[in-house]
């Protein structure tokens, strides 16, 4: 059986943050580099489902939400002169609303304290991974989210949905050109995973 990739302790939080920002220079998306970010797993699939109240804010199809295995959260609302990003007054105004809506208090609480929370379903993740017989799958998820959020705030189309890990060009093309910016695939694996 293959074994994926697993990220030392508190070191996949800081390989999102680095790849972000990363990102953010290479696409030029200047309001992205200097954010916060969490990442944290799901490890059940019935808490995966109970999740889907935040991802309502995004307007994410329903039937796309059980097969997702990750989602990003940020706190940006799409304005008529492009996206805003929100303050901690208008954060605590949409937490408040995700908890009237059935959004667990302390979920919502801890995801306000970053501009980027991503939260990976974890049993999904693992299988995909097998599926497609790519170690590095989790690294490839992490990077596609923040992908996404490059992408609302360039407005350029980065990311395929949809499509196995290996057809989705420009992420596959952002991490090549992040593992080469790191002094290549050994340092990756030093600084960040087991």
């Given at each position: 059986?293959?074994?994926?990739?697993?990220?030392?302790?508190?070191?996949?939080?800081?390989?999102?943050?680095?790849?972000?920002?990363?990102?953010?220079?290479?696409?030029?998306?200047?309001?992205?580099?200097?954010?916060?970010?969490?990442?944290?797993?799901?490890?059940?699939?019935?808490?995966?489902?109970?999740?889907?109240?935040?991802?309502?804010?995004?307007?994410?199809?329903?039937?796309?939400?059980?097969?997702?295995?990750?989602?990003?959260?940020?706190?940006?609302?799409?304005?008529?002169?492009?996206?805003?990003?929100l303050?901690?007054?208008?954060?605590?105004?949409?937490?408040?609303?995700?908890?009237?809506?059935?959004?667990?208090?302390?979920?919502?609480?801890?995801?306000?304290?970053?501009?980027?929370?991503?939260?990976?379903?974890?049993?999904?993740?693992?299988?995909?991974?097998?599926?497609?017989?790519?170690?590095?799958?989790?690294?490839?998820?992490?990077?596609?989210?923040?992908?996404?959020?490059?992408?609302?705030?360039?407005?350029?189309?980065?990311?395929?949905?949809?499509?196995?890990?290996?057809?989705d060009?420009?992420?596959?093309?952002?991490?090549?050109?992040?593992?080469?910016?790191?002094c290549?695939?050994?340092?990756?694996?030093?600084?960040?995973?087991?």
């Amino acid at each position: 059986m293959m074994q994926q990739v697993r990220f030392r302790p508190d070191k996949e939080r800081e390989f999102e943050r680095d790849f972000l920002r990363f990102a953010s220079d290479r696409y030029e998306s200047r309001t992205t580099k200097t954010w916060t970010v969490a990442v944290t797993h799901v490890q059940d699939s019935g808490d995966w489902m109970d999740l889907y109240d935040i991802a309502r804010y995004s307007h994410l199809d329903p039937g796309a939400w059980n097969t997702s295995d990750a989602y990003s959260l940020t706190w940006d609302v799409p304005t008529r002169k492009g996206w805003q990003h929100l303050d901690s007054m208008s954060r605590g105004q949409l937490v408040r609303r995700m908890q009237l809506s059935g959004f667990g208090a302390k979920a919502a609480n801890w995801a306000a304290q970053f501009d980027l929370a991503t939260l990976l379903h974890a049993p999904l993740l693992h299988c995909l991974g097998a599926y497609y017989r790519m170690p590095a799958y989790p690294v490839y998820v992490l990077c596609h989210e923040v992908m996404h959020v490059i992408e609302d705030w360039t407005e350029k189309t980065l990311v395929s949905d949809g499509v196995p890990p290996d057809q989705d060009r420009e992420v596959i093309v952002a991490l090549n050109a992040f593992v080469d910016k790191s002094c290549g695939w050994p340092a990756i694996q030093r600084l960040y995973l087991f």
